[in-house]
């Protein structure tokens, strides 16, 4: 199964990435839930700033089918649920990536895709 990373465009600028990476390789936190899985395969990892049709559309010919929001929009951008309702319109989303499930700023979205 084919997965990306949506992380916060603002902390893009002083952050590598490295917990939600860790956090993948290892399976653990968000992606506990695909221990076992040999199939998994994450094909992109970019943040929400720029043109989101347009990444949209490049997850959708990759294959994507489910979307991680990182832990940092969870946490600090106020359109955290807008932008995981928008990607649900096309993948499933997880919208935190390290960390606890139930972070400290209120509940953690778990779309399935929307059936159209
Ligand atoms: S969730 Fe953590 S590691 Fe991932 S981009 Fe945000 S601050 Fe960086």
Redesign the pocket.
Known sequence: MKIA?I??EE??MR?????????FFQRIDSFARYAGQNDLELVAFT?NGGDMEKKIATLLKKGVEVVHL??????KDPNYELIARKLAEYFSVVG????EEHGDTGQTIIFDKVEK
């Open positions: 990373i992380v916060r902390t893009m952050c590598s990435g490295g917990g939600c990476l860790n956090a943040h990182s832990s940092c929009i969870r946490k935190y990536t390290h960390g």
